[in-house]
Nanobody, 122 residues
Framework: QVQLVESGGGLVQAGDSLRLSCVASGRTFSSYVMGWFRQAPGKEREFVAVIGRTGGNTNYADSVKGRFTVSRDNVKNTVYLQMNSLKVEDTAVYYC???????????????WGQGTQVTVSS
């Protein structure tokens, strides 16, 4: 069992940066692949980024590639999402998730955080 708690969201202007954090409980954090997803109002949840167990394998949605960076600290049981050059269309609730497989599909993740709101104004 893993419990995930996201933080770091907020209201920013287009072009600004934010860093989201997701802290996991338990001693098995390093055994999980960690993903970031987001859901905008009226839209389906979509994949943002994923990072492998040791941090050496990452993948990004095309919409955030080159602007967002996912990283993890297995000592601190934390995964991060550094978001630069934010756009209005990045506005969404951002969720972190833990799973066994490196996947862009939300169905492949077993544990989810409660989400943190990111709002980007023009």
């Amino acid at each position: 069992q893993v419990q995930l708690v996201e933080s770091g969201g907020g209201l920013v202007q287009a072009g600004d940066s934010l860093r989201l954090s997701c802290v996991a409980s338990g001693r098995t954090f390093s055994s999980y692949v960690m993903g970031w997803f987001r859901q905008a109002p009226g839209k389906e949840r979509e994949f943002v980024a994923v990072i492998g167990r040791t941090g050496g394998n990452t993948n990004y949605a095309d919409s955030v590639k080159g602007r967002f960076t996912v990283s993890r600290d297995n000592v601190k049981n934390t995964v991060y999402l550094q978001m630069n050059s934010l756009k209005v269309e990045d506005t969404a609730v951002y969720y972190c998730a833990a799973g066994a497989y490196t996947s862009t599909r939300s169905q492949m993740y077993d544990y989810w955080g409660q989400g943190t709101q990111v709002t980007v104004s023009s």
